[in-house]
Nanobody, 124 residues
Framework: QVQLVESGGGLVQAGGSLRLSCAASGRTFSSYAMGWFRQAPGKEREFVAAISWNGGITYYADSVKGRFTISRDNAKNTMYLQMNSLKPEDTAVYYC?????????????????WGQGTQVTVSS
């Protein structure tokens, strides 16, 4: 089993920054790909970013490319999402997820473990 706990969400003005963290425990975190997804009220969950087991491969949704950066520290069993130039449309609950494979995908169904989520609200 893998347990995931997100933190770092909050309320920020448009143009501001936040850094989300996802702390993992349980199975061998460093062997697995991870990802960030988000879900806004009334909308389906959508892919945000993903990273391979060693950080060598990253994927981003077009809507966040150039503004968000995904990273991981395997020594700390933690994944991060640095979010800059935030927009009101980034408002959502952000979830981290683990895929029990080395390479990431953009498809939520490919991920096996999920955190409880952290709220990000961007005011205009």
């Amino acid at each position: 089993q893998v347990q995931l706990v997100e933190s770092g969400g909050g309320l920020v003005q448009a143009g501001g920054s936040l850094r989300l963290s996802c702390a993992a425990s349980g199975r061998t975190f460093s062997s697995y790909a991870m990802g960030w997804f988000r879900q806004a009220p009334g909308k389906e969950r959508e892919f945000v970013a993903a990273i391979s087991w060693n950080g060598g491969i990253t994927y981003y949704a077009d809507s966040v490319k150039g503004r968000f950066t995904i990273s991981r520290d395997n020594a700390k069993n933690t994944m991060y999402l640095q979010m800059n130039s935030l927009k009101p449309e980034d408002t959502a609950v952000y979830y981290c997820a683990v895929r029990t494979a080395r390479l990431p995908t953009m498809r939520g169904v490919s991920y096996d473990y999920w955190g409880q989520g952290t709220q990000v609200t961007v005011s205009s």
